[in-house]
Nanobody
Framework: VQLQASGGGLVQAGGSLRLSCAASGRTFNSYIMGWFRQALGKEQEFVAAITGNGDSTPYADSVKGRFTISRDNAKNTVYLQMNNLKPEDTAVYYC????????????WGQGTQVTVSS
């Protein structure tokens, strides 16, 4: 599956952004979708994921209560609503797809920059 992330930008601390990730293909609802991020000079980290039917949505502790992942299978799109943003959320955000029986994230989008100013 091909992925195209969008929605990044510059926002002040306490603000909100919504990231979108559009996927190609006819079997989008069979994929687990995830968001990851990588800050400058740091390792990539998991942010959130959502199962094909949306019944499970694990989050990293650092974003729980502030970020919400969702998906619209009719639009082949996954979203990441980010509220109460903090400077430490500054990173390039990537969406990824994983087959429901796979243990690895096989497909990645190009990344979108999120910058939170203090």
């Amino acid at each position: 599956v091909q992925l195209q992330a969008s929605g990044g930008g510059l926002v002040q601390a306490g603000g909100s952004l919504r990231l979108s990730c559009a996927a190609s293909g006819r079997t989008f609802n069979s994929y687990i979708m995830g968001w990851f991020r990588q800050a400058l000079g740091k390792e990539q980290e998991f942010v959130a994921a959502i199962t094909g039917n949306g019944d499970s949505t694990p989050y990293a502790d650092s974003v729980k209560g502030r970020f919400t992942i969702s998906r619209d299978n009719a639009k082949n799109t996954v979203y990441l609503q980010m509220n109460n943003l903090k400077p430490e959320d500054t990173a390039v955000y990537y969406c990824a797809a994983r087959g429901s029986r796979r243990s690895t994230w096989d497909d990645w989008g190009q990344g979108t920059q999120v910058t939170v100013s203090s």
